[in-house]
């Protein structure tokens, strides 16, 4: 039996940061198995990934229960069944509750396409966009009772094009999520993340030297 812990992910559509975490378990970049994917949609492409990887999937229909908070029990109890030791979001368009978090303080990781604290909710790159912000990119950060308000553990930057569409600059985004989290989920893992006063220390895990940039670059 391994010894590697597992981890469970979830997942709503197409399941391309899925995707790029299969891809850095099987490469031996992350210390970890993926112990089981769900999904609230039973034709969500995610499921069809992690099936053709051999992980065990679980479809559960939100539809089905009378509240959020018998969902989530019933997802936390699956979870469970697996020994998961950290829940990882890939495009899971749920809102979790206490009875979800609650059985898994600080351990639920959630990607999300903007620079946060800007840009909360479901179209981050639309509203950068809307407002005219030079940069923008993506939030690793952990799950609390709040949207997308949760302490960040990394983020990634792209430049805002003037002539950016909101699929432009998501297709951006999405190449830098597909990088930035499997290496968060990589730092739980090791236990070389603090949280302190809702902010996550790494101990300087990778400092950047002498970084700057500037858009437009005249």
Do not use: W
């Not at 997942?11 to 975490?21: D, M, P, R, T, Y």
């Not at 970049?29 to 065990?56: F, T």
């Not at 069944?81 to 829940?87: A, C, M």
């Not at 206490?98 to 990781?109: E, K, N, S, W």
């Amino acid at each position: 039996m391994s010894s590697l812990p597992s981890i469970g992910v979830l997942v709503s559509g197409s399941g391309s940061n899925l995707q790029a975490i299969i891809d850095a378990v099987e490469a031996g970049c992350i210390p970890c198995k993926i112990g089981v994917v769900i999904s609230n949609k039973a034709d969500a492409y995610g499921l069809v990934r992690a099936r053709s990887h051999g992980i065990p999937t679980e479809f559960v229909d939100h539809r089905s229960f009378d509240s959020r908070e018998a969902f989530d029990a019933h997802l936390v109890k699956i979870l469970r069944s697996y020994d998961i030791r950290l829940v990882c979001l890939a495009g899971f368009m749920r809102l979790l509750t206490p009875t979800f978090l609650g059985a898994f303080p600080m351990r639920v990781l959630n990607i999300h396409p903007a620079l946060l604290p800007s840009f909360p909710g479901t179209h981050g790159p639309r509203d950068a966009l809307n407002y005219g912000v030079r940069f923008s990119g993506c939030t690793v950060h952990f799950i609390d009772e709040g949207i997308d308000t949760g302490p960040i553990v990394a983020q990634a930057v792209v430049p805002v094009y003037e002539d950016d569409t909101e699929e432009s600059l998501a297709a951006r985004i999405l190449k830098e999520e597909h990088r930035v989290y499997p290496m968060a989920i990589r730092l739980f893992l090791e236990e070389k993340l603090t949280i302190s006063e809702k902010k996550v220390f790494t101990g300087n895990a990778g400092r950047i030297s002498g970084f700057s940039c500037r858009n437009p670059d005249t």
